[in-house]
């Protein structure tokens, strides 16, 4: 399963959902991958905090050698690094990403990612993380992905642009991955007793768009995680947070 969470809105979690989600398919046994396609590296620096400078190789090694034509790619396997997360690995971002695009697009490396996974063995699980736009990258991820999960943080604005994304979603399916699923929309920063993010998520369900069940809350346990470099489930296993998105992963698993 390859799993890519997108919105092109930013600050929306997209890095705190496919850490944890990624986190806790390790804990349940599953060998784990955590791509991160975003120039700002954040989800390598929750995975790997400190030793995320030291990496000898990152993703944008491997698409930098993707302009160069070799007979023998070396693929992705050099790049992986393990996390303290047993089963767990990431391949780490690059700020580096950002300048290679306009050479990627002009080569037309569109579909090199997906290629590299498809020849990828060992994993029973693929997350990916990408940037907050539709760009170069975020496009490759999807064209790679089986499934993809939109995170939702439950304002006007944001629903306007969910519309958006959704219609580029559908686009691009059709265009270059038939195969992609949207798993659904999941409310992230979602405050229970407020009454304008239910209203909000309520309209959606209304209009029949793939809302999940799963609400994702506000909690300072969230930025006590990235500081500490340490997903929700082996931080605080038994918090709140932490069965919200263990209850997210098994509606996303038995979906």
Not at 73 to 94: E, H, K, W
Not at 159 to 166: D, E, G, S
Not at 180 to 197: S, T
């Amino acid at each position: 399963m390859r799993r890519v969470v997108f919105n092109q809105k930013g600050g929306v979690g997209k890095t705190t959902i496919v850490c944890n989600l990624a986190a806790i398919a390790a804990s349940r046994g599953l060998r784990t991958l955590v791509l991160d396609l975003d120039s700002q590296c954040n989800a390598t620096q929750y995975l790997l905090g400190d030793a995320a400078a030291s990496g000898e190789g990152t993703i944008g090694d491997f698409f930098e050698g993707t302009l160069s034509f070799s007979l023998q790619s070396r693929g992705l396997d050099p790049f992986l690094v393990a996390t303290q997360t047993n089963g767990l690995y990431v391949l780490p971002g690059d700020p580096a990403l950002e300048h290679l695009q306009p050479k990627l697009e002009s080569r037309q490396k569109i579909y090199k990612l997906r290629q590299a996974l498809d020849k990828l063995k060992g994993f029973d699980a693929v997350y990916i993380d990408t940037p907050p736009a539709l760009n170069f990258y975020s496009r490759s991820a999807l064209i790679a992905a089986d499934r993809v999960l939109i995170p939702f943080d439950c304002d006007d604005f944001a629903r306007q642009a969910l519309y958006v994304l959704l219609d580029n979603i559908a686009e691009l399916r059709a265009d270059h991955n038939e195969e992609l699923e949207v798993d659904g929309i999941v409310a992230n920063q979602f405050q229970h007793r407020a009454k304008l993010p239910q209203r909000i998520v309520q309209d959606l369900v209304d209009e029949g768009l793939p809302v999940l069940s799963t609400r994702l809350g506000p909690s300072v346990k969230v930025r006590e995680s990235h500081e500490q470099g340490k997903p929700l489930i082996a931080l605080e296993p038994k918090h709140k947070i932490t069965e919200q998105f263990t209850a997210l992963f098994e509606e996303l698993d038995h979906g």
